[in-house]
């Protein structure tokens, strides 16, 4: 069922042991590739105690199970060892990735996605996967703008504790806005007209792009030569980059090699941020995504319309109708 990560740098798993050992009670069968919760703390062992059947290889599990949980989307070549009778269960991001769509036409699996997987006005696999990416890209950011990695040498916040930034937040809906002005007097939040956007662009230390329309490309709202307004040394990390990112500059990058400089601005693209840290983001998405794959297991699919809705591609049709509209 969970194949091992081939994603440069991505160390987590799909499901940690206890979230196994639930499936297995329902009388599940469970097979994993050998070493694939390693890196997340998980050795072998702590599987296949549980019932857990390990497989030598990728080849191995994708010939003999059904249901693929996997964290990323298929790479390298795992879009070739997928089947019409596969079903296929993690962050796919296929409106930004043309040539995976179409190698999972080819194949015709059933892809559900978790980051259209929406239920009750929210997406509980995607979101909690989004909170650590944004607590990384402060992180990450704060460290980019020191001297010896490229940045502008400064200190985020200045020198009191607890950061202390000057803080802008740009939202459409009143009660986010509401809420962020919520978090203390330095945070300024904003509708996002452009004039309002190019001012604090020019002015930012770090830029930190989030934008997200389930199934669809996201739309760019901050421009070239909007990137091209900040101080040189000023850092930019696009959370958005996996669906094709908001800030017009991004590429998309890997842990191994993750920035890059445009007009002097250091950019931060990598598409898997939370596999940085395998271990926390693991627990917590195999929390998320539990419930959802009982319920797969179950053979409940076509029944249930959160997770039919989820559904990217299937036997060779591109079924998500914001994705067909895209691509159609």
């Known amino acids: 069922m969970r194949p091992k990560e081939t994603k440069p740098l991505e160390a987590r798993v799909g499901l940690v042991?206890?979230?196994c050992a639930e499936l297995a009670r329902a009388g599940h069968e469970l097979f994993l590739e050998a070493g694939a919760g390693v890196a997340s703390g998980y050795p072998d062992e702590s599987y296949t105690q549980l019932g857990v059947t390990l497989l030598p290889d990728a080849e191995a599990l994708y010939g003999q199970t059904e249901i693929i949980v996997k964290v990323k989307e298929p790479f390298a070549g795992e879009p070739e060892m997928l089947r019409r009778d596969h079903l296929l269960f993690?962050?796919?991001?296929?409106?930004?990735n043309s040539q995976l769509t179409h190698q999972l036409l080819e194949s015709g699996v059933t892809a559900v996605a978790f980051e259209t997987l929406a239920d009750r006005g929210g997406l509980p696999v995607l979101a909690p996967m989004s909170d650590i990416a944004g607590r990384l890209a402060v992180q990450i950011g704060t460290g980019l703008l020191h001297q010896p990695a490229g940045g502008k040498g400064?200190?985020?916040?200045?020198?009191?504790?607890a950061m202390g930034a000057e803080v802008t937040v740009f939202d459409r809906q009143r009660e986010r806005m509401a809420a962020m002005r919520a978090v203390g007097d330095n945070v300024?939040?904003?509708y996002p007209y452009s004039t309002s956007i190019s001012a604090a662009v020019a002015g930012a230390d770090l830029l930190i792009g989030a934008v997200l329309i389930p199934g669809a490309k996201a739309p760019h709202l901050v421009s070239k030569a909007?990137?091209?307004s900040m101080q040189a040394g000023s850092v930019v990390i696009d959370i958005s980059v996996d669906q094709g990112g908001c800030i017009e500059t991004t590429r998309?990058?890997?842990?191994?090699?993750?920035?890059?400089m445009v007009d002097g601005i250091i950019h931060f693209g990598v598409t898997n941020m939370p596999g940085a840290v395998p271990r926390s983001a693991s627990q917590t998405?195999?929390?998320?995504?539990l419930p959802y794959l009982q319920r797969l297991?179950?053979?409940k699919l076509v029944e249930d319309e959160v997770l039919s809705s989820a559904v990217n591609v299937s036997g060779g049709k591109i079924v998500h109708p914001v994705l067909r509209d895209q691509y159609l």
């Open 252 to 260: 998309p990058t890997t842990y191994e090699s993750p920035t890059f």
């Open 154 to 161: 400064i200190l985020l916040g200045g020198l009191p504790a």
């Open 90 to 96: 993690c962050f796919l991001h296929l409106a930004a």
């Open 226 to 228: 909007q990137v091209a």
């Open 297 to 299: 297991a179950a053979g």
């Open 285 to 289: 998405l195999s929390a998320a995504l």
């Open 188 to 190: 300024t939040a904003l």
């Open 17 to 19: 042991p206890e979230a």
